[in-house]
Structures are given as C-alpha cells and as structure tokens.
C-alpha cells in the first residue's frame, strides 16, 4: 500500500508561484510507477495536470505548459510541482497521484487558490 503525503499550496495572487511536494512511502514497488499531479476545480472533473516516469518522461496538460514543471527525485520517491504563473483558472484542489502495479494512489489533496 502507497501513502502520498502533500505540502504546499494556498493562496497566492495572480501571476505568483507555488510549489507543490508529495512524498511517496509504503511499498517497494512504488519507484517503478508513474507520478505525477492531479487537480479539480468546483463543478469539474478531476484532471491530469503533469506526470513524471521513472525514466524522466514527462508529461502536461495544454493548459499549464510552459508554466508547470515536474520534478521527480526516484531515490527520495518524491515528486514536486513548480507553477509560476498562476492564474484564476488554476484555482483547484490539486491531489499528488502515483499510478503502478494496475492501482492508482492518490493523496489528501491541498489546495491552490490564485485571486485576481
């Protein structure tokens, strides 16, 4: 069993930054999986925000290109999200998410809210 422990997030004015870390522990599996961020706005769906490989592929949605970079460190098994940037749009809880063995972990969840 994985657990993903958060910190990070709160509130920030637009064009500012945050920095997003999750800490990985539980199985000696997990450094073979995916991780990487999640985020849901009120009233959306829960989507992929960026996501890192083993290997260092990575991956973002369209709309945080550009702005967001993931890190990955495989031997601390943590994965932080940088976002500079910020805009209104990128209010949302954002969940740190490990995907492996076929089962998906997610963490608490923390909040990112940007005012205008």
């Known amino acids: 069993q994985v657990q993903l422990v958060e910190s990070g997030g709160g509130l920030v004015q637009a064009g500012g930054s945050l920095r997003l870390s999750c800490a990985a522990s539980?199985?000696?599996?997990?450094?073979?999986?995916?991780m990487g961020w999640y985020r849901q706005a009120p009233g959306k769906q829960r989507e992929l925000v960026a996501s890192?490989?083993?290997?260092?592929?990575?991956n973002y949605a369209d709309s945080v290109k550009g702005r967001f970079t993931i890190s990955r460190d495989n031997a601390k098994n943590t994965v932080d999200l940088q976002m500079i940037s910020l805009t209104p749009e990128d209010t949302a809880v954002y969940y740190c998410?490990?995907?492996?063995?076929?089962?998906?972990?997610w963490g608490q969840g923390t909040q990112v809210t940007v005012s205008s």
């Open positions: 890192a490989t083993r290997g260092g592929s990575t």
């Open positions: 539980g199985s000696i599996f997990m450094s073979m999986g995916v």
């Open positions: 998410w490990m995907g492996v063995m076929r089962n998906d972990y």
